[in-house]
């Protein structure tokens, strides 16, 4: 989102490409007319994970992880080794904090348009067509059929949501999937996995209950379950990792056209993959490397 502030900036407030905004926070302390911009910096730094200062820079990259999904988009593990040791890469941001960030990026719409003078009174960080297409991937996309969207809207706006009305499913409303969510928790599913494979096939199903063909029916389903085949963060570590290891096991075995370098290499990453194994959650031997997850 371009933003012009006098003829200092032209760029996007959000941008994390650097590890920080010094000309948004330079026209902020020297000006005390552009006060109105420190929710949008405030913003872009929940979400910055740079930092010229290594041990910061973990500290975000640790906080950044415990946000995100340990799947890719497509529900795929990948393993990414390093010198500093193996992990799985983290993939998309989890529904729970996306639900936060939505929440703040109205939220700092909302101080905008309070602090800020008359030029930005109306000033939409989410127009509502953007609002209905986040919308419609966590419900159709991510399966999140609890839209909880429109309920965090009304309660930073103060507004009837202006999107498009769903009708009240008789199933998969927010009573009858809090119920679901709150005896899964009772019954050892502390990182919500198994909540969201049940939730995930009963929206499935719903999809279909009204095609007269449901050619497609048994394929999404084999793919929501295969999906959520892990019952636990550790579990799916344990399972890419032992996998990655038996594949460069094989290969170091298997291959005698490696020179002794390329065998030296691989006999090192089994090495560190080993003992990468035997950690908890994500590695604490952080990937520090220029690789950065491409899903949102």
């Known amino acids: 989102m371009p933003t012009g502030c006098g003829d200092s900036r032209f760029g996007c407030y959000v941008c994390t490409m ?98 800020g003078p008359p030029e930005v009174k109306t000033l939409e960080l989410l127009p509502l067509e953007e609002l209905e297409e986040i ?78 063909r449901r050619a497609n029916l048994a394929a999404e389903l084999d793919e929501s379950l295969e999906k959520g085949a892990f019952s636990s963060l550790e579990q799916a570590k344990f399972f890419a990792l032992e996998r990655k290891r038996h594949e460069l096991q094989i290969q170091y075995e298997n291959s005698p056209n490696l020179t002794d370098e390329e065998k030296a290499n691989i006999g090192e990453q089994i090495t560190i993959i080993t003992r990468s194994i035997k950690e908890e959650g994500y590695s604490s031997l952080l990937i520090e490397t220029e690789v950065v997850s491409d899903d949102i």
């Open 135 to 212: 919308r419609r991937i966590w419900l159709e996309e991510k399966l999140e059929v609890e839209d909880n969207l429109p309920a965090i809207y009304e309660k930073v706006i103060k507004k009837p949501y202006p999107g498009e009305k769903r009708a009240h499913h008789p199933v998969l409303n927010t009573t009858v999937l809090g119920k679901l969510k709150n005896y899964c928790a009772e019954h050892n599913d502390s990182d919500g996995l198994m909540y969201q494979q049940v939730r995930a096939v009963m929206a499935i199903a719903n999809k279909h209950k009204h095609q007269l």
């Open 18 to 115: 650097v590890s920080e905004d010094k000309s948004m926070t330079a026209m902020i302390a020297n000006d005390d007319e552009k006060d109105w911009m420190l929710p949008l910096l405030a913003l872009r730094n929940e979400i910055d994970v740079n930092d010229a200062n290594r041990d910061k820079k973990l500290d975000k990259l640790r906080r950044d992880k415990a946000r995100r999904d340990f799947r890719r988009m497509n529900g795929s593990l990948t393993v990414h080794i390093s010198k500093h040791g193996a992990d799985i890469v983290p993939g998309p941001y989890i529904q729970s904090f996306r639900e936060q960030l939505l929440q703040k990026v109205l939220e700092a719409q909302v101080a905008v348009q309070q602090m």
